[in-house]
């Protein structure tokens, strides 16, 4: 976390608050939009700054959580209710749409940037293989073939 840290400093021992999502992610912790205002974060670039000691406590109350966050078997049963042939594809407008609309909602942007760098190639039916997709999005290696 310290090296982290350095990485999104502004100046010694200050990063702007606005980072902390970015620095946190870096560290695989993933909190809520609404988590990260609990711990203030500014509205605008300048507005705000933490210390090293102010991230680290941030940090290790936010480790404690992680155990309470979706991980990647999850969000696999998640996107298995989309899957209505059981084939391991699901329609991309209805990725889209979950990822739009609900739980804490991305930007158009945001799922456009996730599309481009983890979304394979849509079928004529306009299926997505999914569990690729989120290996790609989770980081996991897909399992080896026996």
Do not use: W
């Not at 502004?10 to 909190?31: C, E, H, Q, W």
């Not at 969000?75 to 042939?85: N, P, R, S, T, V």
Request: glycine share 6%.
């Amino acid at each position: 976390m310290k090296f982290a840290f350095q990485i999104y400093e502004t100046s010694p021992d200050k990063m702007d608050s606005l980072m902390l999502g970015d620095l946190l992610r870096a560290v695989n912790i993933n909190p809520s939009l609404e988590r990260m205002k609990a711990f203030g974060i500014g509205k605008k670039a300048g507005e705000k700054t933490f210390n090293t000691d102010e991230c680290l406590k941030i940090y290790s109350e936010l480790k404690k959580e992680v155990k309470d966050m979706g991980c990647y078997e999850d969000f696999i049963e998640c996107l298995k209710l989309y899957d209505k042939a059981e084939n391991g594809k699901m329609l991309l407008g209805e990725l889209q749409h979950s990822l739009l609309s609900l739980g804490e909602k991305l930007s158009d942007d945001q799922v456009e940037k996730l599309f481009d760098d983890c979304m394979g190639e849509e079928n004529d039916e306009g299926e997505i293989d999914y569990v690729p997709f989120l290996q790609a999005m989770c980081e996991v290696q897909p399992a080896a073939s026996t």
